[in-house]
C-alpha cells in the first residue's frame, strides 16, 4: 500500500506564482524526499529532509516537515515554465532497509 | 559517468513471451532497485537488492525474478508476460545506508504486453 497521499493531485500556475504540494504518511519515517519526474523521464532527487528536520531550503524549494501530522509540503517559489514535472514525496520508514516508499505525485503546470 | 542506465527502452510483448529488463549502474553503489509506474499508482518496488549477492521481494514481486549479477547489474526478468505488466519499468541505485537512500534513476522502460 501506498505510504505517502499527496495533494493537490493536479496544480496549474502562472509563471512567477509559487507553488506548494503536499504529503501526507501514515508510519514513523527516517527520511522524507522530494522527487521531481518530467515527462517521459525517470526520477531526479530534489531534497532530503530527515525526520528531526523541522524545514529546508534548497535554491527556490523549501520543505517543512511536521512529524506530529505525519505531513510534509513542498514550496517552489518563483516558478518557471520549466518547473512543469509531476512531484512525489517518498518516505523512508524508520524500521526499514532502506526502501522508499513514494507517493502518488503531483503534477504541476506552469503556464508561460 | 552515465549513471543508472537502462535497456531496451522501449518493448512490446505478446501474453506468455519473457523477456528481461538490463539495469547497470557505474556510481559504485551498493544498493540497487526496480520500480514500476502505472497511471495513478505513483511507483511501486517489485524487488531490490540491498548489495551484492542478496535480493528481496517488494510491494509488487509476483510475476517477476530478478538477478544481481555483481554489483553494477541488476536485471529483472519476466517469466511469462501478461497484459497486468503493461508499465513503465525503472531501475534506481543507492549508496546505501538506512538513514539516507537517496534513489538514482534510470530512463525507464516502457513495456506494453499484448
Known sequence: SQQGEEDPQALSIQEGENATMNCSYKTSINNLQWYRQNSGRGLVHLILIRSNERE???GRLRVTLDTSKKSSSLLITASRAADTASYFCATLRSSNTG?????QGTTLQVKP | N????????????????SMTLQCAQDMNHNSMYWYRQDPGMGL??????????????????NGYNVSRLNKREFSLRLESAAPSQTSVYFCASSASGVTLNEQFFGPGTRLTVL
Do not use: M, N, W
Not at chain 2, 2 to 17: I, M, S, Y
Open chain 1, 99 to 103: 526502501k522508499l516508499i513514494f507517493g
Open chain 2, 44 to 61: 511501486r518496488l517489485i524487488y531490490y537488492s540491498a548489495s551484492e549477492g542478496t535480493t528481496d521481494k517488494g510491494e509488487v514481486p
Open chain 2, 2 to 17: 552515465a549513471g543508472v542506465t537502462q535497456t531496451p527502452k522501449f518493448q512490446v510483448l505478446k501474453t506468455g513471451q
Open chain 1, 56 to 58: 529546508k531550503h534548497s
